[in-house]
């Protein structure tokens, strides 16, 4: 762990515990070098990274102060499923509820995608035309899988940063990370095989273990730092897992992003079991503190870490241009690649390379991110705001979810039910697990700082949930 | 049949059984008609189609003759393989051999694809960057599986004058075919499961059973006529046939053509037995006689036949736009699309939509067939010059594969090895049958008409197989 963040642990377990109170000033950023001994800059990340938490907010000219708005944000307890595996049927529950994805009338508090308003397509599609204006049609032959060799090559320069090195030759180009991690899956398991998700997972996981008949045993979690990796280590103890997916960083619905020792651990236990790991990456870049979380695979010394990420929730949704980096598995992943659909789309692959080439992403992603930081502490607000008593959510360090628990009698369904009939989606807390137990939780999409009817969206769903209540 | 076809298979016949002999001229179209009662137009259909399959050659103000290239080429013999089911383990071959595709310094006889300067691809350059400049960002979720309402409209629209009707609604747009045919097999079918494919089959729809885990029997062919449906009749009697995956139309990699009244038997049979069938028409557009060859869907009345297509090779390669009209198997594969891959590249989608719109398709596909009919000639030629004695190849009246059928004591891995070395690639005829059967037969691919080196390629292979003779 880095000295910035155990000094924000420090700070924030201070806050938990009532030592400062809601509104109080924390000490200025010399007093707390002087009194830590650590640096300037080492300070100011803590204070930037509890920021971006939710626990405390700057004041021009007068300094940090922990959050009003904050006091009233409980973390959701940390889960407990059974450890049992057992076979997947969520998928008729999914379809029936994301149906609305499409339905624009909707204020997308349930929607799995960030605002399309957040990206610079007009800058892609000109990228994109001058790339395939000027195409070598023999590209369309050299683009197949697994992929146009110059963005394998852009996308691994952007691991190297990471301290996470992704080989261009280690990369196969698909269409989107879905295909990517239901590749990898494909890969390492058969019908009938145990796979390890988080409780709660994103329900595509279990989608995807319920189309290759997969049994799904869930792991305890904790809301704020991801998996336990002890938990972890007692049901494979028990357990002939085959497989884990799982999303280290800003987890899909929970938000939680496991420490550096943590990931460690874990892939250090997978390696002793000889286990792989489908990493699915796809929100890490969109971190609120200050630097980009590593993925598990960083740790990776024995090729069982099948990393899989993507541009569609970052710069381009829509293109479809995901990736694997499949470690040991990257041979067998290509040729699955290649009998699945042959191959990833050209102009988006082209498209794309022209952008990382000139296009000025890493300052996209900034604005991005500080865009979802503060569209998060809106959100935080408004749901301290309407919503029952007694709910608890998540306030996590990047990414566009939170997770929401609400007061035991609400039940999620009938909440998303309702709503809905009052032109608001919500993605209740059943689709995160294949035993369906989050009956009072739900996922809150914070990734539409652009819709202006979110702040009476969060009120009307908080007013059906205090009814249920 | 049509009157033009019954008058065109006349015609074939008596060439073939030599009452008019090659370099000989074809009574008038004025005198046919007189002596058959039927109109010009029918005349020159029937002409058409003749030229189309190479057998007689229009000479400017002479009239007809019967080409006298053709009087070499025999037809190979009809397929004739055992009716077992068996597992399928084609794949590491497949990879093996080709593993070529993408070496530019090949002459790429083996090919599976046309040549990419076939297409207008800066004309499609410019329609997705216009659409893709004016996007509503909204339209990145709305494209989402089923896809773009716009170019399924357009799609569907393709089909009416086929007397084919396919509902926009029906049609679910994929990544490419490959992904729509394989989506297709894993919503009809289990593993362990029976699939009746054609012998010989294309290797990709073998690659798909062996993924699934499934077993292949393959039904014998015509080299002009495709699948024999008695044959697949009795296959059916005897075998728990689950699904049947063909191509009714320029079947890969023998080029035949299913008679329209083959195509109702196979629908009937299917229907009778409940049996869906996997209809790949990617061809279907590349016709070289009058009128576009119906696919077996526009017989179906029981919503089994499951009909694929793309523009992967007509119009667009690389883009991986492909779509499925699945029948009453519509939504389940709707719903795969989207756990598997979630949708179609929305620049793909938007550029073909605008393109179809405004673009002047039809008249690129009456040039690309053209084309392609006029290398056809040039190609059957170059076998008949360079070919060992004994040769049979198939003439098709369409798509742009031919099937070779060498003297049987070529081996056609070792003429696929040593072709390489001489910088031709090869598609060995055992890459088309689960039982690897077809040990002295190749596909030629005359989707080349821009390739300088091809006849000189022909002459090599020509001399190599002669070698091995």
């Known amino acids: 762990m880095k000295r910035y963040e155990v000094l924000a642990d420090e700070v924030a377990e201070s806050i938990a515990q009532g030592r400062i109170r809601p509104g109080e000033r924390l000490s200025s950023v010399r007093e707390t070098c002087r009194s830590r001994g650590v640096s300037p800059s080492t300070v100011f990340q803590a204070y ?36 049992a595996g ?80 992704v080989d261009a030759d280690e990369l196969v180009i698909t269409n989107g990370a879905m295909e990517a991690l239901n590749l990898c899956l494909e890969v390492v398991t058969e019908p009938g095989d145990l796979v390890a998700v988080e409780s709660p997972t994103f329900y595509a996981a279990l989608q995807a273990l319920e189309r290759r008949k997969l049994r799904a045993v869930e792991v305890a979690t904790h809301p704020r730092t991801g998996i336990d990796v002890n938990a972890l280590a007692a049901v494979m103890a028990e357990h002939p897992v085959k497989a884990c997916w799982l999303m280290p960083n800003f987890q899909n619905p ?121 569209q998060q502490q809106q959100v935080l607000r408004g749901i301290a705001k ?17 997770w929401v628990e609400l007061p035991p009698s609400v039940n999620a369904l009938e909440l998303h039910r309702l709503a809905l009939s009052q032109a608001v989606s919500v993605a209740p807390g059943q689709l995160f697990s294949a035993g369906q137990g989050f009956t009072h939780h739900m996922r809150v999409n914070f990734g539409h700082p652009d819709h202006e009817d979110f702040e009476s969206a969060l009120r009307t769903v908080g007013s059906i949930a205090k009814a249920l209540a």
Chains 1, 2 share one sequence.
């Open 48 to 83: 930037y990274l509890l920021e971006a938490r939710g626990l405390i907010e700057a004041r021009p000219r007068s300094g940090y102060f922990v959050s009003r708005a904050m006091a009233k944000h409980v973390e959701p307890e940390p889960s407990a499923p059974a450890a």
């Open 86 to 165: 057992r076979p997947v049927e969520i998928s008729e529950l999914v379809f029936q509820v994301l149906g609305h994805a499409k339905n624009r009338a909707l204020v997308p508090m349930g929607s799995a995608f960030p605002s399309p308003g957040l990206f610079p397509l007009p800058k892609l599609a000109l990228s994109m035309g001058k790339a395939m204006r000027r195409l070598d049609p023999w590209q369309t032959v050299e683009d197949l899988s697994p992929g146009s060799a110059e963005l394998r090559r852009q996308i691994a320069m952007r691991y190297l940063p990471m301290g996470c090195g």
């Open 254 to 374: 929970l938000g939680s992003l496991m420490p550096d020792a943590s990931k460690q651990a874990l892939v250090e236990l997978l390696a002793k079991h000889q286990v792989p790991l489908i990493e699915d990456d796809v929100y890490g870049e969109l971190y609120f503190g200050p630097s980009r979380p590593r993925p598990a695979k960083a740790w990776d010394r024995s090729g069982l870490v099948m990393h899989c990420s993507s541009f569609s929730k970052t710069l381009a949704p829509g293109y479809r241009v995901g990736w694997a980096a499949a470690g040991r598995f990257t041979a067998e992943v290509a040729k699955r690649k290649l009998m699945s659909s042959l191959a990833a789309p050209v102009p988006s692959q082209e498209g794309l390379s022209e952008y990382l080439r000139h296009g000025g992403y890493d300052r996209h992603l900034r604005q991005l991110r500080g865009l979802l930081a503060q």
């Open 386 to 402: 309407h919503f029952p008593a007694g709910t608890k959510v998540t306030s996590p360090e990047g990414g566009y979810f939170a």
